[in-house]
């Protein structure tokens, strides 16, 4: 085992020449409870349709990252800061007719900026241990990241499940690098949640159901990156502008208003991404939205996901200046924009009392194939009033 204070310094330093912020090591195994948590947030179904995340096997190998590598005796934990969203949580839903975005995808795609520097590491990693063998991970299903994270005293798990440090706060993206080599372990964190509840009652649409437990159905970055269907009905009017993640629970963070201000390279925020008109992403084709988003974590959604976001969005606005667009996407080729437009208009009506909106949404509810599309079509004019219950 590599004792020595000295190797672990020299890894450090390795890690951070690379790029990374935060290098800590722990043995490859959970706390029973943290089996638990798992095994019951799996149970209950909080993982939507995430289905990749319930099954039984990579359930089991989570559960074991020893069953990642065999001989595996130690997983170095690493972290990297990102650069925090430059708006309040106010400042933010003012400006309604633009669209809020995850700070971590403000940037190029970190996935992949992260794989570059953990193979890097690794190469560094082969020359200074000798023979070992190691495998990578960035945000890979079968790796409880946060978990290992805390065991390795990167930092704590906060109540909104996410990986907190000190003095950087949350705004970190996480990789992880297993290897056969022997390190001694270090300290696993304390945890400084204290008694806040500020994320828990901060979250727009309540999806921290319990400390330590979010329901990804009801949570607003799952909905709007990972979800692939139509948005419940009641959860849309509690997105707000939000349309490629959120960032709420961080930001009401006492220890993300600590955390210091970080300049950064590859990462950097991309102007166009800082609160963007939804006007103009809603003017996307497919190849303009490739173009838009080449190289960015925002391309994951696809056309169909990121317009269906950015038309709730609309619908939200209150701004009638929408109308037009809206009508224009009850034509797009995509069913998940079409109905998620004429929920839009239905909600825009109040404020355009435009006999057009009433005109089309008719029009449509009697051209449309497409089922789901036509219960939204119907559901529009419903809320309108135009049909009855
Ligand atoms: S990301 Fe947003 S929706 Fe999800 S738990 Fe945090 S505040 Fe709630
Ligand atoms: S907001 Fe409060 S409870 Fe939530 S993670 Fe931060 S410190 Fe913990």
Redesign the pocket.
């Known amino acids: 085992m590599t004792r020595d204070p000295t190797s672990k310094k020299s890894i450090r330093k390795l890690a951070c020449e690379q790029g990374f912020d935060l290098c800590c090591f722990t043995k490859p195994a959970f706390s029973s409870q943290h089996k638990i948590q798992l095994d019951s947030w799996v149970a209950a179904g909080m993982h939507g349709e995430m289905s990749y995340m319930a099954e039984e096997t990579r359930v089991e190998r989570r559960k074991q990252p020893e069953s990642m590598l065999e001989s595996i005796k130690t997983v170095i934990a690493l972290g990297m800061k990102h650069v925090p969203p430059p708006y309040s949580l106010d400042e933010a839903e003012e400006v309604k007719s633009s669209g809020v975005i995850a700070a971590y995808a403000h940037g190029d795609d970190y996935h992949d900026v992260m794989k570059k520097r953990l193979k890097a590491f690794a190469r560094d990693l082969d020359e200074l241990l000798g023979t070992h063998d190691q495998r990578v991970y960035v945000d890979t299903a079968p790796v409880l990241e946060h978990a290992l994270a805390e065991r390795a005293g990167l930092g704590w798990q ?3 499940t996410l990986t ?1 440090h000190r003095e950087h706060g949350s705004y970190l993206m996480l990789g992880e690098l297993f290897t056969t080599a022997e390190i001694e372990p270090d300290e696993p964190t304390s945890f400084h ?1 204290g008694s ?4 828990i009652d901060v979250c727009p649409t309540q999806a921290i159901v319990a400390p330590f437990v979010v329901d990804a159905r009801l949570c607003i970055s799952y909905l709007t990156i990972e979800y692939r269907g139509f948005i419940p009905e009641k959860l849309r009017p509690l997105m707000g502008n939000r349309i490629y993640g959120c960032d709420d ?1 961080q930001l ?4 993300n208003q600590k955390a210091e201000v970080i300049e950064l390279d590859h990462l950097q925020p991309r102007h166009e991404n800082i609160l963007p008109a939804l006007s103009a992403l809603f003017e996307l084709n497919e190849e303009g939205f490739r173009e838009r988003f080449r190289k960015s974590p925002m391309k994951r959604p696809g056309r169909a996901g990121l317009l269906r976001n950015v038309a709730i969005a609309m619908g939200n606005s209150q701004n009638i200046a929408f109308v037009p667009q809206l009508l224009i996407a009850l034509h797009d080729n995509e069913a998940l924009i079409r109905g998620h437009s004429a929920w839009a208009l239905a909600q825009l009506f109040p404020y355009a009392m435009d006999g057009e909106i009433i005109n089309q949404l008719t029009y449509h509810s009697h051209q449309e194939k497409n089922n789901e599309v036509l219960d939204e079509l119907h559901l529009a004019l419903k809320n309108i009033g135009v049909l009855n219950e």
């Open positions: 906060g109540k909104h907190i949640c806040c509840t500020a994320c629970c009401v963070c006492p220890w």
